[in-house]
């Protein structure tokens, strides 16, 4: 289950991203949805193609996933939006920035004490689903003795 949360995290992470870039449009369109599912495939495999390779070692293998994340993944949006919008408010913005900068860097710290667990498990992907502004796109982690759906 553990292994499962691995990449549970990633797919969210992931599909976060592809979520909150949707919704710039003002409606969902055929070309957003085509954007979205490539967004997310894409990040999920390069960081699953990292994470099986077993000549990357382990700081070599956090910094590349990083790489393929930090791009993708909103983590100053992730921090704001767990605050909340009330307590977002109340805090100056020097809180603010560093509020950001722990909450990332406590989450990628979380993300990487787990991922020696990582037992080549698969992703499964569904078609990116609109609802109103947004798209959501549901993962399934295959696992030899479980599957997980996102």
């Known amino acids: 289950m553990i292994r499962s ?4 995290m990633l797919c ?9 870039h949707a919704a710039d449009d003002p409606a969902p369109s055929a070309d957003r949805k085509g954007v979205v599912a490539s967004l997310v495939r894409t990040t999920i495999n ?16 956090r910094e590349r996933i990083m790489k393929i994340i930090d791009p993708v993944v909103d983590f100053s949006l992730m921090a704001k939006l767990s605050l909340g919008k009330k307590q ?3 805090t100056s913005t020097e809180q603010r920035k560093t509020f950001q900068e ?4 406590s989450l990628k710290d979380s993300y990487f004490e787990k991922v020696h667990l990582f037992k080549q498990q698969e992703v499964e992907f569904s078609e990116p689903v ?12 295959v696992g030899r003795d ?3 759906t996102v």
């Open 5 to 8: 949360l691995i990449l549970s």
């Open 12 to 20: 969210l992470l992931a599909l976060g991203h592809a979520c909150v």
């Open 46 to 61: 390069q960081v699953l193609y990292v994470l099986k390779s077993k000549e990357i070692p382990g700081e070599s293998r």
């Open 88 to 90: 977002w408010k109340k």
């Open 102 to 105: 722990l909450y990332a860097q």
């Open 130 to 141: 609109a609802n109103k502004r947004k798209f959501s796109v549901l993962t399934t982690i």
């Open 146 to 148: 479980e599957r997980l």
